[in-house]
Nanobody, 128 residues
């Protein structure tokens, strides 16, 4: 059974950091594009950062630049989202998703359309 499992969410104060993990089981992430997405209460789900697992090419969603980085550990079949300088507006449920052989223009690599496998999400809450 193909499964993505997120972990690493929690409560953090503004300015703090968290590292989220997305571990795959039942399949290898080779040839997949992995995306991190988030959904805040009352808002639509949006892309954060995405990565082509094989070569490590990363793609930013339009609104996400600078504070977050995405990486992968091939030995662990896992993708990470490092989040620094967190702000209250980063509060959301964070999801990872996978799309096999994703082919689209760079600006659409980190949009939701076409991502077939999704994790259950992990809550990130940034509070004062």
């Amino acid at each position: 059974q193909l499964q993505l499992v997120e972990s690493g969410g929690g409560l953090v104060q503004p300015g703090g950091s968290l590292r989220l993990s997305c571990a795959a089981s039942g399949f290898t992430l080779d040839y997949y594009t992995i995306g991190w997405f988030r959904q805040a209460p009352g808002k639509e789900r949006e892309g954060v950062l995405c990565i082509k697992y094989n070569d490590g090419t990363t793609y930013n969603a339009d609104s996400m630049k600078g504070r977050f980085t995405i990486s992968r550990d091939k030995a662990k079949n896992t993708v990470y989202l490092q989040m620094n300088s967190l702000k209250p507006e980063d509060t959301a449920v964070y999801y990872c998703a996978a799309d096999l052989h994703r082919v689209t223009t760079d600006e659409f690599m980190c949009t939701m359309t076409g991502y077939d496998y999704w994790g259950q999400g992990t809550q990130v809450t940034v509070f004062s």
